[in-house]
């Protein structure tokens, strides 16, 4: 059995049908609202409904130019199937995400235009820093307005944390560059391999285009300031996945039979402790530091560990790292919350130090941002290394947008695509403009 | 991108989507917005003189969890003045000139009356007048609505009165609770009508109240015979439009009605002879959004079909339908059962064996479920195992060559021992 295998397989056709036939098509729908690009839901579903499979497609794509991602990675649970009223009436909401996967796979796999071309072509040039979903949207809505976006990534393969960071049970990496693959069909230009700041400097950039977006995402996983984190077995939740989803194989050798701690909260941290249990170790620990009500990674998820064997260590935090030339064992510390939720200042429990006897430690306790190459933007404000941004996601350099990640501190897919969208209709409106006053 | 528009006796219209005459189109408010959301055009609710409704006025039959599936009314026609209607027609296609607007009408049988009814519809701006002879309660029993459109020579003589008066198009409305659609049809046509609409609702009962032993919709405990429509009369709707589109001595545009709630439907409609078609309940229950998919799928469809125009895809499937002497005895299909999609359920067994013409085995498989297989000596063809499989594609019709030529009741009746074969009904 392949222990990677969807976890939200795709529907059968007729199975889809009588899926989107449930559906009340709610006037002024809740899963619409709850969806952070708004996708016309009940729309799309009575298309499958009918059989206009084009149409549907068109509409989720038309709201989210990541349609067929968001609907493998989408924490639907809390978002549009977390709205929808039949979860109340049936205890059983529609399967938002496994429709909205039935439309947009038929599009990917039958191709073919779905939008009008733009009335006005190439307008501006604009340079989109960052080949991920913040910054594909904000190209795909460039386009979609007339402008030609060129979108720079250093790494060697486009799609951002969709191919490199997704774990590998809600989406292949071969998949996320089908979809960018169709995303660069609508007109999108995309120069993998190329670091803006390195091998493209960012005068060059101001030069030759008429803005500039940045969604950069962030950078690696903060270290966790402790004694023995330089030896050999500890490595950061982003690195494994990527990792393994570049080469199975050696990330199965690295992982299989190893007893694994993994510290950290957050989905990532579900993330890398799930695909480590697939990848066969031995034992797996999330270990965090406050308790189980604060833990921020959704519910859904924190069972999907549960399911695959992972222990949880609540309310743990790491103090150092044993080893002889290589990771033993990690010592903990019982902490204790003084207040209320997850603002409440932590202190520790003098006397309750343990050892978590371990083979490999996974960083993951949040991402840094990009520092070096936040800190270069000429002009552009920064708070707690996050670009300040206005409504329109314009930094305090007019030239400047930014969106993603890079903003957020760490969202959904869909959140990332939301605000590229909304950046790319921001930035048209500023270059036409900006080429009214010239 | 296919050509949506249409011409519909003269009439233009951005597609071939209308509103029916009946409660989404009471007002102008709600037409405008109709409008805004697609509909290419609308006939109003039907003008005559004011009359008065009775509180509890709708019902429905739902069919596995599914809401509405039929629908029936007893409402009657607008509640509202002719002046109001006529006044915000105008307002209406001021606002939308390129929409389609068709006052639909209904008057006493006065050949004065209709004709002041006429002119000061034509007077507002409407594109044409539908000829309300259908309405199957309430306005019957005043002499008025199904009761002209049962009667075929009344629907020819208000239609003549109707065309003395009218410069626009006159569309006159069916009624299906007639023997044969077709006698109503041709006295339209004969009265001069410019073209039909069809059907009309059916005379219904949607249910009873047993507990209170009151028929619904419960009025005070009683209620009236209601028209039925939605997506229950669908089939019965297809098959008038068809025969009515058949007949040459109609020969005039046809606007398809009952039980359209996607372009699927609207498809149907469109390929039996429709050029236009109008929708109601599934407004009623959606809301007039719905159209955005119907605009949508039937330009998807078309452009998959290659087809550029509505105008090319009304009536292609006319010739297909033809009388049961016309079809040919010796086609032959038998099921085939995929059983790598058999899912166990044996529900194609027990319908062959009771219901049909037990041709299916059947034996328990390893897993507790159900075995089957084509019984093919015996396996007539009928269809049936195919329609309760709740798989789909797992039962499916394969074609059997017989080697015999096209043989049709009409041939087999003029010479019985030259096709004697088929008198051995597994041939």
């Known amino acids: 059995m392949d222990h990677f295998q969807e976890i939200k397989p795709a529907l059968a056709a007729d199975e889809a049908l009588s899926e989107a036939n449930r559906c009340l098509m709610c006037y002024d729908a809740p899963c619409t609202r709850a969806c952070p690009t708004h996708i016309d839901v009940p729309s799309f579903i009575k298309k499958i409904a009918t059989g206009n499979l084009r149409g549907s497609a068109r509409t989720i794509l038309t709201a989210n130019v990541l349609g067929a991602s968001c609907a493998r990675v989408c924490p639907t649970e809390v978002l549009c199937e977390g709205a929808c009223v039949l979860k109340d009436l049936h205890h059983k909401p529609i399967k938002i995400g496994q429709l909205q996967r039935h439309a947009t796979d038929w599009l990917l796999e039958k191709g073919g235009k779905i939008f009008e071309p733009p009335v006005e072509r190439a307008i501006s040039r604009v340079a989109v820093v960052g080949a991920g979903p913040a910054g594909l949207a904000c190209a795909a809505e460039l386009v979609r307005r007339g402008h030609h976006p060129v979108v720079f990534d250093a790494s060697p393969q486009a799609g951002g944390l969709n191919t490199y960071g997704v774990a590998e049970y809600k989406m292949t990496p071969a998949f996320a560059l089908r979809e960018v693959a169709w995303v660069r069909e609508l007109g999108v230009e995309i120069r993998t391999g190329v670091a803006v700041g390195q091998d493209i400097s960012l005068a060059e950039l101001e030069r030759d285009y008429a803005a500039i977006f940045i969604g950069i995402g962030l950078g690696r996983v903060a270290p966790l300031r402790i004694p023995g984190e330089e030896l050999p077995g500890v490595i950061d939740a982003l690195d494994l996945i990527a990792f393994l989803k570049t080469d199975r194989a050696a990330a199965s050798a690295k992982v299989a039979g190893k007893r694994v701690v993994v510290i950290g909260g957050g989905n990532t941290a579900i993330d890398a402790a799930t695909q480590s249990a697939r990848l066969g170790a031995a034992e797996v620990t999330i270990v965090y530091r406050r308790g189980r009500d604060e833990m921020p990674a959704y519910q859904h998820e924190q069972e999907l560990a549960r399911h695959d064997g992972a222990r949880f260590l609540f309310e743990s935090a790491p103090e150092h790292i044993d080893g002889t030339g290589r990771v033993e064992g990690i010592g903990l510390r019982k902490m204790r919350s003084v207040g209320e939720g997850r603002a409440a200042r932590l202190e520790p429990i003098l006397g309750s130090d343990f050892r978590v006897a371990c083979d490999l430690v996974i960083r993951a306790n949040g991402q840094t941002a990009q520092e070096a190459l936040l800190a270069s933007l000429p002009g552009v404000k920064l708070e707690k290394n996050r670009p300040l941004v206005d409504e329109n996601l314009q930094t305090s350099n007019p030239r400047y947008f930014a969106g993603g990640d890079c903003i957020s501190g760490g969202q959904e897919v869909v959140n990332a695509v939301a605000e590229g969208k909304r950046a790319g209709a921001t930035i048209d409106a500023w270059v036409r403009r900006q080429m009214e006053v010239a | ?427």
Not at chain 2, 15 to 28: C, E, K, Q, V
Not at chain 2, 154 to 168: F, L, M
Not at chain 2, 229 to 244: D, E, F, H, R
Request: net charge neutral; aromatic share 6%.
């Open chain 2, 1 to 427: 991108m296919a050509d949506l528009r249409v011409k519909f006796a003269g009439i233009s219209s951005p597609n071939p989507f209308w509103l029916a005459s009946a409660p989404p189109t009471n007002t102008g408010d709600q037409v405008m917005r109709a409008f805004d959301a697609g509909w290419g055009g609308a006939v109003w609710k039907t003008i005559g003189d004011p009359i008065v409704n009775v509180s509890s006025r709708y019902s429905s039959v739902d069919l596995g969890g599914v809401r509405m599936m039929g629908l029936n009314n007893i409402e009657l026609i607008t509640d509202r003045t002719p002046e109001i209607n006529f006044a915000e027609i105008a307002e209406v296609k001021k606002r939308y000139p390129k929409q389609a607007l068709i006052a639909s009408l209904m008057v006493e049988s006065k050949r004065e009356a209709w004709h002041e009814m006429v002119k000061r519809a034509e007077g507002a701006g409407a594109d044409g007048l539908e000829l309300n002879f259908g309405c199957p309660h309430g306005m019957n029993e005043r002499g008025m609505g199904a009761a002209v459109g049962q009667v075929p020579d009344y629907t020819c003589k208000i239609t003549e009165w109707v065309k003395e008066a009218a410069r626009t198009p006159v569309i006159v409305k069916l009624t299906p609770n007639i023997t044969d659609v077709t006698w109503a049809a041709r006295a339209a046509k004969k009265g001069g009508a410019d073209a039909v609409s069809l059907i009309n609702t059916i005379n219904s009962i949607t249910g009873i109240d047993l507990d209170t032993f009151a028929p619904r919709p419960n009025v005070a405990g009683r209620s009236s015979h209601g028209g039925y429509c939605g997506p229950a009369v669908k089939p019965i709707a297809l098959n008038m439009v068809a025969s009515v589109a058949q007949d040459r001595e109609v020969g005039i545009p046809i606007s398809g009605i009952g039980g359209i709630s996607s372009w699927r439907d609207a498809a149907e409609f469109i390929v039996l002879g429709a050029s236009t078609v109008q929708v109601c309940t599934a407004v009623m229950h959606y809301g007039f959004r719905i159209v955005e998919d119907m605009i949508d799928g039937l330009s998807n469809y078309l452009d998959d079909k290659r087809i550029g125009s509505v105008a090319d895809l009304v009536g292609r499937s006319v010739p297909a339908v033809t009388k049961w002497e016309e079809l040919d005895l010796n086609y032959k299909i038998i099921a085939d059962v995929n059983q790598q999609k058999c899912i166990g359920c044996g529900l194609c067994y027990v319908a062959c064996n009771d219901g049909a013409h037990q041709s299916i085995g059947v034996k328990p498989r390893d897993d507790g479920r159900s075995h089957v297989w084509i019984l093919e000596d015996l396996c007539v063809g009928c269809n049936l195992c195919s329609l309760v499989c709740p798989v789909d594609n797992c039962i499916t019709m394969k074609k059997v060559d017989t080697g015999r030529p096209t043989v049709t009741w009409k041939d087999f009746s003029k010479d019985p021992q030259k096709h004697a074969y088929l008198k051995n009904p597994h041939h």
